[in-house]
Nanobody, 117 residues
């Protein structure tokens, strides 16, 4: 069983930066795709970014491309989401998920990111 714990959310002004972390326990990420999703207030959950652990290949939603960077730390079994040039529309609960591209079976509890204008 994989447990995922997100951290690093908070309140930041527009234009600022935050780094989210997703730490795994109970299993290593080595065979998984790890993704970040977000759920803005009163909206559906959206895909943000993903990384394939074994290859390091990354993929981003158009809305965050060039501003967000997903990365991994093998030793720490942790995935990061560096968020720069934050906008008020980035306000959401951010979730990390692990699994395959067709089925993210494991989810964290989420971390709140609020960007003030």
């Amino acid at each position: 069983q994989v447990q995922l714990v997100e951290s690093g959310g908070g309140l930041v002004q527009a234009g600022g930066s935050l780094r989210l972390s997703c730490a795994a326990s109970g299993h290593t990420f080595s065979s998984y795709s790890i993704a970040w999703f977000r759920r803005p207030p009163r909206k559906d959950r959206d895909f943000v970014a993903r990384i394939t652990w074994s290859s390091g290949n990354t993929y981003y939603a158009d809305s965050v491309k060039g501003r967000f960077t997903i990365s991994r730390d093998n030793a720490e079994n942790t995935v990061y989401l560096q968020m720069n040039s934050l906008k008020p529309e980035d306000t959401a609960v951010y979730y990390c998920a692990a699994g395959s591209l067709l089925n993210y079976a494991y989810w964290g509890q989420g971390t709140q990111v609020t960007v003030s204008s």
